[in-house]
């Protein structure tokens, strides 16, 4: 068995959460506003309003809300509280660019934004987040990271967050990869040590290759 969530944009919450009685995945959000209160945020979806449709979980801080929006590590804390208020799971993005791959640097910058994250919100509230690794310069390029990559990031994450929280509640915690996974390369991400699942962008977009993806991991699991 795997869990399988849909993020989608907001407008379309309503139209999907009133068919997913027996639907075998669950709706999240793309985002959410910082802000917990209610306020004058016009155009602002907070995390009371994604509550009413039924979302389980939430992107907070994806390297686009980042790159484009000025989106702080102190920003992604707020709305992952925000979130964990609402009763919604927080995924949080974290993920390096080239130029820290290129000096050596990937590891230490990831391990910075997940102790920036961990300062705002708390030792409590950053046990009920789950974490999604995303190189940058993999985001839509076709590019994936190389296999050994993926499990010394997801390897050392696992050790930050275990010198955070302890080694039990980190092993509780779901890190996902994501950065151009499709249906050829996801059996050989999801088989490295500490990748708990995968987060899927360009692939999801259609139906024939999400499609594929999902039954190459459905045959595995059997």
Same mark, same amino acid.
Not at 43 to 62: P, R
Not at 66 to 82: L, M, N, Q
Not at 107 to 136: H, M, T, W
Not at 204 to 221: C, D, H, I, Q, W
């Given at each position: ?9 907001? $407008?379309?919450?309503? /139209? ?13 959000? /793309?985002?959410?506003? /910082? ?39 102190? $920003?992604? %804390? ?35 934004? $997940? ?9 409590? /509230? ?11 310069? %993999? $985001? ?42 499709? %249906? ?18 360009? %692939? ?19």
């Amino acid at each position: 068995n795997f869990f399988c969530g849909i993020a989608m944009p907001a $407008i379309y919450l309503f /139209q999907y959460s009133s068919r997913l009685d027996n639907a075998p995945f669950c709706i999240g959000a /793309q985002n959410v506003a /910082q802000w917990q209160e209610s306020g004058a945020f016009t155009g602002e979806i907070n995390a009371e309003m994604l509550a009413e449709f039924d979302c389980k979980f939430s992107i907070v801080g994806h390297s686009e809300r980042r790159k484009y929006f000025g989106e702080t590590d102190e $920003i992604v %804390a707020r709305k992952a509280s925000s979130l964990l208020a609402s009763g919604i799971i927080p995924l949080v993005c974290v993920g390096e660019g080239q130029r820290e791959r290129e000096n050596g640097s990937a590891i230490r910058y990831v391990k910075n934004q $997940i102790e920036d994250i961990a300062s705002y919100l708390g030792s409590e /509230q950053i046990q009920k987040c789950n974490f999604a690794y995303e190189p940058i310069w %993999a $985001i839509g390029t076709g590019e994936v990271a190389k296999e050994s990559d993926i499990a010394e990031m997801h390897g050392a994450v696992r050790a930050l967050l275990a010198e955070l929280m302890g080694e039990g509640s980190a092993q509780n915690i779901s890190l996902l990869y994501g950065g151009s996974v499709n %249906a050829e390369n996801v059996l050989s991400i999801v088989d490295q040590d500490n990748v708990d699942g995968i987060l899927v962008g360009g %692939a999801s977009v259609s139906m024939e290759t999400f499609g594929k993806l999902l039954e190459n991991l459905a045959v595995r699991r059997q």
